[in-house]
């Protein structure tokens, strides 16, 4: 049992301005909080109620920050995505689908779909995608091309796609 508790526990250790950071970014991006709302004053008084020191050191002023931190985090995840979909034992199958959404912008999604390095079988999106101009395939298979360049960058031998 012990073991088994041993290997859940992270690595690294987190700082409380990184565990603040993490659960900011979190609540902006799952309750679709706009950027800007770090800047409101009474969600910066609230936070400087709980603890203000802490506050004045971590909470961004501007929406721009969290923005950057937001890009930051989307680049590393694709960063240990690519790499745990290069180290895959399997080869990488791929299907699409396309849709328009409400407002009217059409969606090409990409889900990879492989094992991984312990044996585990792994589905994951790796793309949303706008699709602009037509809705035919030739236009679907450049943007899917697109993609699969940019994730496995020389190893698309290693890909194999279905829709």
């Known amino acids: 049992m012990q073991k088994r508790a041993a290997k859940r526990r992270p ?5 409380r301005a990184d565990i603040f950071k993490r659960l ?5 991006t799952d309750a679709n909080i706009p950027l800007h709302g770090v800047e409101h004053k009474l969600f910066r008084q609230l936070l400087a109620f709980l603890d203000d020191e802490f506050v004045i050191e971590v909470l961004p002023t501007s929406g721009n920050t969290v923005r950057r931190w937001i890009l ?3 680049e590393e995840h694709t960063r240990m995505l690519k790499d745990e979909m290069n180290k895959a034992l399997s080869k990488v199958h791929t299907s699409f689908d396309m849709w328009t959404s409400p407002n009217g912008i059409a969606i090409l999604s990409v889900i990879a779909y492989y094992v991984d390095i312990a044996g585990t079988p792994q589905v994951r999106l790796i793309s949303l995608e706008k699709l602009s101009g037509s809705h035919g395939g030739e236009n679907q298979a450049i943007l899917m091309a697109k993609v699969i ?3 496995w960058l020389g190893k698309e031998d290693r890909v194999l796609h279905s829709r």
């Open 11 to 15: 690595l690294i250790v987190e700082s």
């Open 149 to 151: 360049r940019k994730i």
């Open 72 to 74: 930051q985090e989307f």
């Open 24 to 28: 900011l970014l979190g609540w902006i």
